[in-house]
């Protein structure tokens, strides 16, 4: 069955970075896009990132282009987030995203 799950939360300030990693199992991860979302408190799910399935393309919603990068290891089957200058209004749960699957998610906080 399909498995996906999310590592790498964690407390973090303002301006500062953490890497997400996302490790899938139970499909061929190769072939198919992925996407990072996050709920943040009393909010709804918000789209944040997808990558395309060979990595060579990759979108972002407004509010964190520029400051996140998606990345992918096929070979790994791990799907990864890198968060850098943190704004208190990232403060989340983030979540892998494959067709109708999801995460358990992992908390990220950014808070001086």
């Known amino acids: 069955q399909v498995q996906l799950v999310e590592s790498g939360g964690g407390l973090a300030q303002p301006g500062g970075s953490l890497r997400l990693s996302c490790a899938a199992s139970g499909f061929t991860f190769s072939s198919y896009p992925m996407n990072w979302a996050r709920q943040a408190p009393g909010k709804g799910l918000e789209w944040v990132s997808n990558i395309y399935s060979d990595g060579s393309d990759t979108y972002y919603a407004d509010s964190v282009k520029g400051r996140f990068t998606i990345s992918r290891d096929n070979a790994k089957n791990t799907v990864y987030l890198q968060m850098n200058s943190l704004k208190p209004e990232d403060t989340a749960i983030y979540y892998c995203?494959?067709?109708?699957?999801w995460g358990q998610g992992t908390q990220v906080t950014v808070s001086s």
């Open positions: 995203n494959h067709d109708q699957y």
